[in-house]
């Protein structure tokens, strides 16, 4: 995945399968424990509750796998191209849900069930998870 393609799915220019088909790398540069990804290098996108819901959706029907919440998570949190707006509610909402899915071993496991719940999260604001 790559911050382009993420871009263009959270705005509904490409279909799921789209977003997690695999690339020919742009770069063969590999260094220890880096690839060379393709960035967006101008402006930046706000990614919204609206945007996690439909990667929510995705997952339940089958579009997406589990493993990809964890892919999309690291891409948005190491990104200066993706943000969130930190001073709102939704925004906060946008950013526990994506260090949630970037975690999974220390917040909550990626299973179909709490993606229902990170859903009812995004949607109403009320937590009902339990670890």
């Known amino acids: 995945m790559t911050e382009p393609k993420i871009r263009d799915y959270f705005l509904g220019l490409i279909p799921a399968k789209e977003l997690v088909k695999v690339d020919k790398a742009k770069s063969a540069k590999i260094i220890a424990y880096w ?16 945007n996690l819901l439909t ?6 029907n089958g579009s997406l796998k589990l493993q990809h919440l964890m892919t999309i998570s690291l891409v948005a949190i190491g990104s200066d191209y993706f943000d969130w707006d930190m001073e709102d509610k939704e925004g906060q909402k946008v950013c526990e849900v994506l260090d949630e899915w970037c975690n999974p071993t220390i917040n909550y496991p990626l299973t179909l069930p709490n993606v229902v719940q990170w859903k009812n999260y995004l949607i109403t604001g009320e937590r009902e998870m339990n670890l």
């Open 35 to 50: 690839k060379e990804v393709e960035m967006i290098q101008e402006g930046e996108f706000i990614i919204k509750p609206k």
């Open 55 to 60: 990667v929510c959706d995705d997952v339940l």
